[in-house]
Structures are given as C-alpha cells and as structure tokens.
C-alpha cells in the first residue's frame, strides 16, 4: 500500500501527461511559455482570486508575497507553532522575526485570542513592529479566516495564507487560495495538487502586488529585462511543470478532489463502526468548511503507543507518516526566536498525531485493511 500513490495516479493520466511533457519538449520554450500562462489563468478562475503568479516552490512563494507586501527587518511576522517549517523559515528569509503562536488541540491552528495576546505582548516589548499573520490551511482544512479579521483590522496585521496543503478547500462558497491579502500554495508532488519536481504560486486580487510579484520572482526587473530596480531572485514555474499541472488541474476538478473526500469519509464511518473512537480523535471537519485532506491526520489518546501502532501497521505492509514531530520553537534553527514562548498544545500534538494512507486512488479493500489493523493493535 503506498501512502500517497503518484504512480497509480500517472498511469490513471499518462495517455495527457505524456502528451504534455512531449509538447513542452517540441516547443522549444523551456521558460514561460504559453502552458504558464494558461495555468496561471485557470489556477486564478478556479481560486476565485484575480491574479495567479506561478514560482519555484511554495518556500518562494511564502518568501515573494512576505516582501511584496513590504515584510522585512524590524516586522514581528505570526505563525502558529505546528505547522511545516517552511512557514516559519520563510519570514527569517526576509530578515523580520516569527513569533510562534500555540494552537488549538480541535483546529490544530491558531485562534484570534492567542493572535492577539501575541501581538499584545510584541508591542509591549516594542522591539518588534507587529506585520503579519501567517494562517496555514492544515492536512487540507482552511483556516477560519472570519475569526481574526477584527484582530488583524485592529493590529493593521497583513494576512497570508499559506495554502501549501490548503488547494482545494472550500468555506461555503468561497475555495482556498482565496483568503487574506493574499495565499500562496505548493505544488510539491505530495500536495494536493502537484508537479513532477518543485513549484508553487501566489495569488492576489491586488494588482500593484502581482506587478511586485512577477518583478522579484525574475531579479527584481523593471520595465525591461535588464532593468532591474529591485533586489529579487529567480524563482520560476518551469514551463513543463505547468503542462504536467494542467492535466493534474483538470483531474482534480473533475474527480480526485469527490475521491479524496469519498476517501476521509469512509475512514470516518469504518473507524466509528470499530469502536475506535475511545482510542482515536477523529479529524473534525466543521459546517461550512470542506477539506482537501493534504492528510488524514489522527490523534492518539495516549500518545506513548504512537511509535508502536505506527510499526505494527507498517509489519502489515500500511505506511504512515507523523506530520510534524516537532513544534517550530522546538526545532534548532528557530530557537534563537522561540525566547521563553510556551506552546503546549502544538508540543503535545506533536507527540498524538498519525497520518494514514491518503490519497484519490485509495482502494475501499485498503481502507478496510488500515482500520482492521487499527482495530486488532487496540483490542491486544
Ligand atoms: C509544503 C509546505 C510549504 C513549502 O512548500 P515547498 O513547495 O515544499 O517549498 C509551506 N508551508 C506548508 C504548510 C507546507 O506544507
């Protein structure tokens, strides 16, 4: 069983994305070209954003828009402190400071009064100016955006959304990469949507933003290409990851983002049928949230049997992952940011969590295999 299957998916699309890879070989344009274009349209119409500016990973992206929107030295940037380390990392690539926020144990993110007492206590020490705010839209849920709005509105804190694991989450009406001053997302191979290598992009409806975003993703150029009036980088979509996430894009759409849901629903009703619940917290999906399910993350109630289920479902041939085993004021490189920060219930998270095998080609006969093997390590 594989935990996130990319081959049974690409033999799924292989008549398209053969075809794609070979039309971006024949064209000749290895850089930009006309499937970055197209994908930058769709990514946008399909986000519901107006602007889609596609980069080289999700890292760049959190990087691109943290300057675009004029974060740098001196700025407080907030993350919550369980989330992926490029969420932390990339504020400290822009020279300003993250301030690690601790979570709730249900959302597994952060809530307006945890934002604010942080922000509250920045201001105090006035050191630091408080910037922004970086929600993450985690294993596939977004954020509760409407909750720090007043909060962000009182502080003037930016808001960015990191929908890295978000792509494809819905609140009612509204998709991810749609919330706060702008989103970015991945499109790392494991994400939601993703490539055949590295990519990512940011979207925003703020025209001046996307003409700030295309200057520093290509060396921070002017009118002319070289003109440059601005430090950037080079941080672009290859032409052929484009092709390959236009075909991935129509997938998705059409039937991997239903199947994946079918998916998290069929483990919810197998483990409740089992009797699992007293052993295992369940992701909980509120009304009108929709989740993308980047991951079916459980938690365990007693987490010291973590290292020993994970390895008697791996005995019977079932991968898992912990996402993440470290909080961000818990990892070596942010400690000099972490100070006397105490977040307890990202550390204790950090200790519960288990994901299972997840992905729009994961067979019923499988599912039912996980939850038996779940069934079998608790009744012993
Ligand atoms: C994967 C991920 C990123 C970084 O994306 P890359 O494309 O790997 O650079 C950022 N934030 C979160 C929450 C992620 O899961």
Do not use: W
């Amino acid at each position: 069983m594989e935990f996130r299957d990319l081959k049974m998916q690409y033999q799924v699309l292989k008549t398209d994305i053969d075809a794609a890879l070979l039309r971006v070989a024949a064209s000749g344009q290895y850089i930009g070209g006309a499937e970055l274009r197209a994908l930058e349209e769709e990514l946008a119409e399909y986000c519901g954003r107006r602007y889609c500016v596609s980069c080289a990973n999700g890292t760049d992206a959190l990087v691109l828009g943290l300057k675009a929107l004029g974060i740098g030295e001196g700025d407080a940037v907030f993350v919550p402190d369980f989330t992926f380390f490029a969420t932390a990392e990339a504020p400290c690539l822009c020279g300003a400071v993250p301030v690690f926020i601790d979570v709730e144990a249900e959302s597994f993110n952060i809530s307006a009064a945890s934002l604010e007492r942080e922000v509250r206590r920045v201001l105090r020490e006035g050191k630091l100016r408080p910037a922004c705010v970086i929600p993450v839209d985690l294993f596939g849920l977004p954020y509760d955006y409407e909750q720090i709005k007043a909060v962000a509105e009182r502080y003037e804190l930016k808001v960015i959304e990191d929908a890295a694991q978000g792509f494809g989450g819905r609140i009612g009406e509204r998709r991810a990469c749609s919330f706060g001053d702008l989103s970015t997302t991945s499109f790392f191979p494991a994400k939601p949507l993703g490539c055949y290598g590295d990519g990512g992009a940011v979207f925003t409806d703020d025209e001046r933003v996307r003409d700030l975003l295309e200057s520093l993703k290509v060396h921070g150029k002017g009118k002319e290409k070289y003109d440059n009036v601005r430090i950037g980088t080079n941080s672009r979509l290859d032409h052929i990851q484009a092709a390959v996430l236009r075909v991935k894009l129509r997938a998705f759409r059409e039937y991997e983002l239903a199947a994946v849901q079918d998916a998290a629903a069929r483990y919810d009703r197998l483990l409740r049928e089992a009797g699992l619940e007293k052993d295992l917290i369940l992701p909980r999906v509120p009304e009108p949230f929709s989740s993308s399910y980047a991951q079916y993350t459980l938690r365990l109630r007693r987490s010291e049997v973590r290292e020993a289920l994970a390895e008697a479902l791996k005995q019977r041939g079932i991968p898992t992952m912990v996402y993440y085993p470290k909080s961000m004021s818990r990892q070596t490189a942010l400690l000099s940011y972490a100070g006397d920060s105490d977040c307890r219930t990202a550390q204790s998270l950090a200790e519960e969590v288990l994901s299972l095998p997840m992905h729009p080609y994961l067979k019923e006969e499988e599912q039912a295999q996980v939850v038996a093997a779940l069934k079998d390590f608790f009744a012993d």
